[in-house]
């Protein structure tokens, strides 16, 4: 006589079964904020890369033409530290921005060996339309939500940045976008 096998499912069906547990309520993950997160940035993105496609650029050719746009005369220590990436990352993306002519380079005044970023008037134009594309987007998802909505958006973003980045990050914005520095209290 054959004794009979209990067979189990070969993948878990929840995410609970995926951990073997149910969690805590408050270590919950929030599936919905990170999927939310996702889409909206997909989304947002999105806008932009169609564009950039036109010039075979990518996402990271966006991020360095809008921060060289937003401060001419930024040096590339400086945008380093901006957007985390290493000197051989950036390296690639800004030979192209400048072999295309979208930015240029020149010696800082003091120190030769700096190089300063500056965008070109062609740039400039598109870092304008890649602006506008994504301001389009905010513009109309704000106009959907109370008037108080931009401003809890800013402190919300700026709560998702890391605290010691925080006020280099406030330091970017406009004056009258700063506001009050975020306090411990206000990340809990």
Do not use: C, W
């Not at 564009?51 to 990518?58: D, T």
């Not at 940045?161 to 970017?172: I, L």
């Amino acid at each position: 006589m054959k004794a009979s096998i209990e067979r189990k499912p070969l993948r878990p069906t929840s995410t609970q079964a995926l951990v073997g547990r149910e969690p805590a309520p408050e270590s919950e993950p929030m599936f919905d904020l990170i999927e939310l997160f996702f889409f909206a940035y997909r989304d947002f993105v999105g806008d932009a890369d169609r564009l950039l496609e036109n010039y075979q650029f990518g996402r990271a050719h966006h991020r360095v033409l809008h921060f060289v746009y937003r401060r001419p005369g930024l040096a590339i220590a400086a945008l380093l530290d901006i957007l985390k990436i290493t000197k051989q990352s950036l390296n690639r993306v800004l030979k192209q921005l400048l072999d295309a002519g979208f930015v240029e380079a020149r010696e800082g005044a003091t120190d030769r060996r700096q190089r300063l970023l500056f965008p070109t008037a062609k740039g400039a134009r598109l870092a304008q339309e890649l602006a506008t594309l994504q301001s389009e987007r905010f513009r109309r998802v704000f106009g959907e939500l109370p008037p108080e909505a931009r401003e809890t958006t800013v402190d919300f973003l700026l709560a998702m940045v890391n605290a010691p980045d925080r006020e280099k990050v406030r330091a970017h914005l406009p004056p009258r976008r700063r506001r009050r520095p975020l306090t411990e209290d206000d990340a809990a």
